[in-house]
């Protein structure tokens, strides 16, 4: 009975003993061969001891002669945990099928990470694995060696010089290192350089062709900057005339704004309408009455449900009516200038390219009338004005 796992296998029972002489029924256990272990004092006429589970049955027997009080304090081992398991049942399964399903989660694919590959190279790299089975809910024991899906896939994407595979718990991680490619020349059919618009030449380089024009310079749309013909006269050569030409140019804009505009914002209160739609029908079913708010502004959002790729005849719809709150702002005349200035230069930079750049801006004309104020402003703008223009055979 020295052995502890044999006495948790088969539980083990403390019996406290109080009475006269106690140590009689000690030495009757031992007569019938019942063995007890740990005997202890508990106070005066008290012994405590421990018993297997099996030898309880040859005990009680002992127990009805002896005279003394028994109590069974304590019970330990494998047959008392399985009777409590079978009391919570439920608990048990649950812990159980929550342990089977984390052990059945571990062994699938949740990620696939692919890092350093352009779109067309993932997408590719997307579809070799896929093949080979590497997917989202795929079981791992199923899958290749991460050395052997290197292989394949290094074999698989031509643009790819290296693709390191690495498998980190339940995601496969893809590292790409594309091949670098020199690209193609450019091949550009002769051709002259013209001015793109009316302009003063503020800087001027030239890498083909032959220069017309120079710093400085006022030009015309369609005069000629860069000329596509080189060498001596008698034996000249077309190119590609290839030049950065960039003009001064001027623009000029008209504004107006009012001293006084009205502005709705939003006050945070709103009502929801819910209703549902089939086909051409709408059915309202929650917040019918429209809302009791002066003005107010409508966000409408509805359900996109298909089935197979077709969109179903019944869908969702929730209608957002949001509360208005319109107020009136004045502005001093200083304050209309620097708004219209603002709106100005908004739409001078819808208008001209985005690296051109504002070199200044000057108000030519300012006037105050019906409570408005109107601005005529030029701006000195820079930007590239050459344009290409084929050279045609007998030019």
Known sequence: MRNDFLKSFIGSVTVEVAGQYPERLLNACLKNNIHVWNVRHGGNDNIQFDVALNDIAKIRVLFRHSGCKTTFTKRSGLPFFMKKVKIRAGFAIGMVAFFMLMLFSSSMVWGIHIKGASPHVEQELREVIDEIGIKRGAFQFKLPQPDEVQRIVTEYIDEATWIGVRKKGTTFEFEVVEQVRQEAPELLSPRHLVAAKKAVIHKMFVEDGKAVKKTNDFVEEGELLVSGFIGAEGKEQTVAAKASVIGEIWYTSSVTVPLENTFAS??????????????????????????????????????????????????????????????????????????????????????????AEIMSEHVLQEAVENDKVSLMIHYQVLEEIAREKPIIQGD
């Open 266 to 355: 939003l006050t945070g209160e709103q009502q929801s309408k819910r209703m549902l739609v089939l086909g051409d029908i709408e059915i309202p079913f929650w917040n019918i009455k429209e809302p009791d708010y002066e003005t107010y502004e409508t966000f409408e959002q509805e359900t996109e449900w298909s089935l197979f790729g077709y969109r179903l005849p019944i869908q969702f719809r929730t209608i957002d009516q949001r509360e208005t709150l319109e107020f009136t702002r004045t502005y001093t005349k200083e304050e209309a200038v620097a708004v219209a200035k603002e709106e100005a230069r908004r739409e001078l930079r819808e208008k001209i390219p985005e690296d």
